[in-house]
């Protein structure tokens, strides 16, 4: 289909190492969006790209939190340094500028051991 | 921050009844959307809302924006088991893009 996508779909890896997850929204959206799902819990904002722009970033825990949207469509969490409260589903959503429906991507489970 | 209460935090209920549940805000939000998680996949949107005191359906889901803007119902009637799953209440507020997420509602269907 034409709904956004994400890998890896499972991440798992040790504490220290860095991780790269990758989003691909709808074609045509300018807006993406990262969140971090904990579990049993309701999504939590991370940051917020318009085309290449990140306009958000209020939600990133950590400078060990990355995202970039170079040439404003493909959007890359990095995380650098893992550590265990890093442990979550990886969230990413897409919407175009007309209306504030956010469509979300399978997600990418990441387990630190 | 701002921050959702949802209600109720999980319910089971017979195949065949109506299902309510609602979330409410000390904040002001312009849009409220409601979304269903199955295991192991992302929200999937039911329902968005964009005027105080709309009231939208899709299928035999009704949800409506609170004239305040700080609360919102979503209503599911006559269940069937495929209704099982996790239900979110989502607000964006006044300024910025990014949704604020209620902590869920768990729905589970006897038939």
């Known amino acids: 289909g034409a709904g956004v996508s994400q890998s890896p779909r499972y991440k798992v890896a040790k504490r220290g190492q860095d991780v790269a997850l990758r989003c691909d929204p709808i074609?045509?959206?300018?807006?993406l969006f990262w969140y971090q799902q904990a579990l049993g819990q309701g999504p939590e904002f991370l940051t917020y790209?318009?085309?290449?722009?990140?306009?958000?970033k209020s939600g990133l825990p950590s400078d060990r939190f990355f995202a970039e949207r170079p040439e404003g469509s493909v959007s890359t969490l990095k995380i650098q340094r893992t550590q265990q409260e890093d442990s979550a589903v990886y969230l990413c959503?897409?919407?175009?500028?007309?209306?504030?429906?956010?469509?979300f991507g399978p997600g990418t489970r990441l387990t630190v051991l | 921050g701002q921050q959702l209460n949802q209600s109720p935090q999980s319910m089971f209920i017979q195949e065949g009844e109506d299902v309510s549940m609602n979330c409410t805000s000390s904040?002001?939000?312009?849009?409220w959307l409601w979304y269903k998680q199955d295991p192991g996949e992302g929200p999937v949107l039911l329902i968005a809302?964009?005027?105080?005191?709309e009231l939208t359906s899709n299928g035999r889901l009704t949800a409506q924006f609170g004239i305040t803007r700080k609360d919102s119902f979503l209503n599911i009637s006559a269940s069937i088991p495929s209704d099982v799953g996790i239900y979110f209440c989502?607000?964006?507020?006044?300024?910025?893009?990014?949704?604020?997420f209620g902590a869920g509602t768990i729905l589970r269907v006897k038939s």
């Open positions: 959503a897409s919407s175009s500028n007309f209306r504030n429906e956010q469509f």
């Open positions: 904040s002001i939000f312009n849009t």
């Open positions: 989502a607000g964006r507020g006044e300024y910025g893009n990014k949704l604020v």
């Open positions: 790209f318009q085309n290449e722009a990140q306009l958000d």
């Open positions: 074609s045509g959206h300018v807006s």
């Open positions: 809302l964009y005027k105080a005191g």
